[in-house]
């Protein structure tokens, strides 16, 4: 018997079970087909319930829940409890991600020098709504900033990413990049 192409969460009910095997199975294997399942992964959610029922939150942090996982993608559910990630980028993984419940705010960076990083755009995004980043964008997800509250987001990497392979930036503000310019003119 072959071993199952998709391991997916015992939680999640048959009907969403169909639709994950349905729509990834073509996708489970490597080479990561990371367009194709970007595509697929659109028409792919859960409930709030079943990503509840599948995970929990954690005071203060950020915690991930393996909703599905193959050779060649995770699909997570993780947990938002008063907090943002740290702005990363996602190696060589694309990532697609959609607010399951709560609001969710995404900030985009671009790389100022080294891990040095100033922000270009920042959005809302709500319950339902769907993003992409493919492996090279910069950016920071969380609870908006400035407000209490809670999230659950549903991704999909794929290639699977390990999180020690995610770079991690800092953000310069203005008068920082002004300064690093400064520094550079005087170099
Ligand atoms: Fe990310």
Redo the contacts with the bound molecule.
């Keep these: 018997m072959h071993p199952d192409p998709i391991k997916i969460h015992p939680s999640v009910k048959p009907g969403t079970r169909e639709l994950i095997l349905g729509r990834l199975t073509p996708y489970a294997a490597l080479p990561a087909k990371r367009d194709e399942v970007a595509e697929a992964f659109k028409r792919i959610t859960i409930s709030e319930a079943e990503a509840r029922a599948c995970g929990h939150f954690s005071p203060g942090e950020r915690t991930r829940f393996e909703i599905a996982k193959a050779e060649a993608f995770v699909l997570l559910a993780i947990f938002w409890d008063n907090m943002q ?1 740290p702005i ?1 980028d ?1 190696d060589e993984s694309d ?1 697609g991600f959609k607010v399951i419940a709560g609001d969710v705010e995404e900030t985009r960076f671009k790389v100022v020098e080294g891990e040095l990083v100033t922000p270009v755009a920042t959005r809302r995004l709500k319950s339902g709504e769907s993003a992409r ?1 493919t492996g090279e964008s910069i ?1 920071r ?1 969380g609870v908006p900033r400035g407000e209490a509250g809670q999230s659950i987001t549903l991704h999909l990497y794929c290639p699977i990413l390990g999180y020690d392979a995610m770079g991690i930036y800092r953000e310069v503000d203005e008068a920082g990049m002004k300064a690093r310019s400064r520094q550079r003119d005087h170099a």
């Design positions: 990630s990363h996602h990532c980043s950016h997800l």
